[in-house]
């Protein structure tokens, strides 16, 4: 199983992105996928995730500026990034689970991260 995340790079600040994560080789939709980030030197944090059912949970800090969306007969799961700011700075990773939950831990299955970078 694999689960490829691209769309990263550099932007402004108050700008977008739009990160995208595809799963392969499964024969079912995870329960939940999610993205978190890490900054260097950090610990990886809780960005956003959705249910199969496509109910979604969000940091506080990105709340009303990410959406977190899902495709079940692709397995894949989006993430469209607004009004960047430079604090959004990190290498971020899609992840899948049966849980929905903050805590990476929860989530079995990661992708090898995308870098995005926000100048100010």
């Known amino acids: 199983v694999q689960l490829q995340a691209s769309g990263g790079g550099l932007a402004q600040a108050g700008g977008s992105l739009r990160l995208s994560c595809a799963v392969s080789?499964?024969?079912?939709?995870?329960?939940?996928m999610a993205w978190f980030r890490q900054v260097p030197g950090q610990g990886r944090e809780f960005v956003a995730a959705?249910?199969?059912?496509?109910?979604?949970r969000y940091a506080p800090s990105v709340e009303g500026r990410f959406t977190i969306s899902r495709d079940g007969s692709k397995i894949a799961v989006y993430l469209q990034m607004n009004i960047l700011r430079p604090d959004d700075t990190a290498v971020y990773y899609c992840?899948?689970?049966?849980?929905?939950?903050?805590?990476?831990?929860?989530?079995?299955?990661w992708g090898q991260g995308t870098l995005v970078t926000v100048s100010s």
């Open positions: 959705i249910t199969e059912s496509h109910s979604p």
């Open positions: 992840a899948a689970g049966s849980v929905l939950s903050t805590l990476r831990e929860m989530y079995t299955l």
């Open positions: 080789e499964l024969t079912s939709s995870p329960y939940v």
